[in-house]
């Protein structure tokens, strides 16, 4: 059964940062797409950032201040946020892609879903 279990999430205050870690079971990830999305209150499940063999792709909200990262030996995939504001409030989710290792945005090209990690930004 393929899982992806997320954690790191919490309350930090704007201009803070927090690590997400995305631990994934159930299959070799190495060759999947991995990607982090985040969904607010009432609006739809964004894109944040993509990761494949080595290359990286980015929401342009987060550029600068993101960074997504995977260690395929432990099969987990990463996302550092810095420089957190009070609109990166979300809960965030990890995403896999199987079988692929194109950098896409849209949360329905991607196969695999983890639970989600709340993440609050106070102001």
């Known amino acids: 059964q393929v899982q992806l279990v997320e954690s790191g999430g919490g309350l930090v205050q704007a201009g803070g940062s927090l690590s997400l870690s995305c631990a994934a079971s159930?299959?070799?990830?190495?060759?999947?797409?991995m990607g982090w999305f985040r969904q607010a209150p009432g609006k739809e499940r964004d894109f944040v950032a993509a990761?494949?063999?080595?290359?990286?792709n980015y929401a342009d909200s987060v550029k600068g201040r993101f960074t997504i990262s995977r260690d395929n030996a432990k099969n987990t995939v990463y996302l550092q946020m810095n420089s957190l504001t009070p609109e990166d409030t979300a809960v965030y989710y990890c995403?896999?892609?199987?079988?692929?290792?194109?950098?896409?945005?849209?949360?329905?090209?991607?196969?695999?879903w983890g639970q989600g990690t709340q993440v609050t930004v106070s102001s």
């Open positions: 990761i494949g063999w080595s290359a990286t």
């Open positions: 995403a896999a892609k199987k079988d692929s290792l194109t950098l896409t945005t849209g949360h329905a090209t991607y196969d695999y």
């Open positions: 159930g299959r070799t990830f190495s060759y999947d797409t």
